[in-house]
């Protein structure tokens, strides 16, 4: 280990003095290198570690399904950096900078909100020649590939990954992407224990550490562990003494305001662009919606709610995969169970076929529902303190009067000073909503990322981090922002704010996902088509099909190739 590490220490020189025009180029042939990646072989690790037998006809195609969303999500990851150089504009908000980046068909726009009394300063790149290691996260296969990313074009370090043990499997596939970088010493991956990883922490070589993962951790390798730890927050003499930051947990506040009338079509639509961002990797992200609020006075609550349970039911149970899960689901519905007050529904599975396409260890649990009332802030706060990242979603019922600016400023102030975590949240404005009251409560949201009408994870490549008024010996979401594209300091940034419109096309990412029943065959070749359009591919994708709707879908696939190489 200390011998990689020596690679990287000396070759952090060349790295920092590396021009811009040489690192676009690395990351181009980098990016690349994912067309020739076996993203079906990716996608049947991703299966197995989140509980699915890959020799189930349903389990093979969940499988095709994650490996051709990690071939889409990690494409886009170099694009970030590919195209880091955006113009923005500039505007005021009550004497608050607000710069606003124009969007495409491809990637909604974003606005950066600037510290309202810190000075803008361009951003610098650090010049010091140095090792960053990036602590794998064990959620997302991408994620360690992004944070490495980050590690080196925004912090200018050379970088060692420490690759989670769910997600070994990705190891080989990221080093064939990134043996550019590996050949010059710019990067590597490891596999270690836990004393070999106290030893990357603490080497001395190593300058910065960023971890994606969870508080208890984040904290461990900080502060230690037991009552010295304590004590040594309480001094604030930190066991780490180099640079950390993090990207941690979140109790995701998904916020619908009121004061609208909603069709019944659009109750649908919005209960269906919650139930994916639910539904997806078993609500096991950091960016899950874990907290609907809801103004109970909202003549459309129960109606919304309805559509909600109606359309959670009709999911498939995907398994409880993550370490811990399934303690922490057991957790939350024991803190409710019994309470008088709150309602507690267990959903899904109610189009379960006798094809599960689970391995037999597989943590099932029906998703998780509880239905509080104000109250419960006092009375019984598990929910607003204890992220469970697991399939669970608790609904929060204030009592509003239908009035959207007393009902934010509410849930607003909830929001920042109630919850665990900073790290994004969600807020749902209807066209007939008081804008000004909207603005407002964007404005008011002590989040890092704040998504008008969206999922949050559509921000994830805007300034992604928690809010900087986190500090180390009280962290919960962590410190820091990565994917910083913008020539301001990141000492001056607040937030970033991303605005969809109420019906908007991004939010077709974030609807639920059936498994296909198509044939494993025609799913890998389809898989394997998305990853590198061309003849060879396409060939064996039209053996594939049956003859009877071929001629249907040649077209379809080829404008869908059209769209995915513009």
């Known amino acids: 280990m200390d011998k990689i590490v020596d690679t990287l220490h000396g070759a952090a020189a060349e790295w920092v003095s590396t021009a811009e025009k040489e690192r676009m180029e690395l990351l181009k042939r980098a990016k690349k290198r994912l067309g020739e990646v076996d993203w079906v072989a990716m996608g049947q690790g991703d299966a197995r570690v989140e509980g699915f037998d890959t020799s189930t006809k349903k389990g093979a195609n969940f499988a095709s399904v994650r490996g051709m969303g ?47 009394d810190v000075p803008r300063k361009p951003q610098t790149l650090h010049s010091e020649p140095r090792v960053g290691l990036v602590l794998g996260a064990g959620n997302q296969t991408f994620l360690a590939l992004s944070d490495a990313l980050a590690m080196l074009h925004t912090e200018n370090s050379t970088c060692i990954v420490k690759v989670h043990p769910l997600r070994a499997y990705t190891q080989p596939i990221f080093e064939f992407v990134m043996r550019e970088y590996i050949d010059r010493g710019f990067f590597a991956m490891v596999a270690c224990d836990m004393p070999q990883t106290q030893a990357l922490i603490a080497n001395a070589k190593v300058r910065l550490v960023h971890l994606t993962g969870g508080k208890a951790t984040h904290d461990a390798i900080v502060w230690g562990r037991g009552d010295e730890a304590e004590a040594r927050r309480k001094r604030g003499e930190p066991l780490l003494t180099k640079p950390m930051t993090s990207e941690l947990g979140c109790i995701t506040p998904y916020i619908i305001a009121s004061g609208a009338v909603w069709t019944k079509a659009q109750l649908e639509y919005q209960a269906k662009c919650l139930v994916g961002p639910l539904m997806y990797n078993a609500s096991c992200n950091c960016l899950a919606p874990k907290l609907l609020v ?123 000073e109630q919850l665990f975590g900073t790290l994004s949240a969600t807020l749902i404005l209807h066209p007939d909503t008081d804008k000004a009251a909207g ?112 001629v249907v879908l040649v077209g379809g696939v080829a404008a869908a190739a059209y769209w995915y190489m513009m």
């Open 439 to 550: 603005e407002k409560a964007v404005a008011a949201l002590e989040y890092g990322s704040v998504v008008v009408n969206g999922w949050s994870a559509l921000g994830h490549a805007n300034y992604w981090g928690g809010h900087p008024k986190e500090k180390l010996e009280a962290v919960e979401s962590g410190l820091g922002f990565v994917n910083a594209l913008l020539d301001v300091d990141r000492d001056c940034v607040e937030k970033s704010v991303t605005r969809l419109t109420f019906k908007s096309s991004f939010q077709k990412m974030q609807m639920p996902m059936p498994i296909p029943s198509l044939s494993q065959g025609l799913m890998a070749q389809i898989v394997r088509f998305m990853a590198k359009p061309s003849v060879g591919t396409f060939v064996p994708f039209v053996w594939e099909i049956p003859r009877a709707v071929a």
């Open 70 to 116: 990690d071939n889409m999500v990690t494409k886009s990851l170099f694009d970030i950096f590919i195209n880091h150089h955006k113009k923005s504009t500039e505007r005021q908000w009550e004497g608050q900078t607000v710069l606003s980046v124009k969007g495409s068909w491809t990637a909604p726009g974003y606005e950066l909100w600037l510290k309202p």
């Open 294 to 416: 809801l103004d109970a006075d909202w003549p459309q609550h129960d109606g919304y709610l309805a559509a909600l349970r109606a359309e959670l039911d009709a999911q498939d149970i995907v398994p409880a995969y993550y370490p811990g899960a399934g303690d922490r689901y057991d957790r939350h519905l024991a803190a409710y169970k019994d309470d008088k007050e709150a309602k507690v529904s267990q959903l899904g599975g109610a189009k379960a076929t006798k094809d599960t396409g689970y391995l037999p260890d597989a943590c099932v649990k029906k998703f998780l529902l509880v239905e509080l009332i104000e109250g419960h802030l006092v009375s019984n706060p598990y929910a607003f303190k204890n992220e469970p990242f697991a399939p669970v979603l608790t609904v929060l019922s204030l009592k509003g009067g239908n009035d959207t600016a007393a009902f934010l400023s509410k849930a607003t102030t909830i929001a920042n």
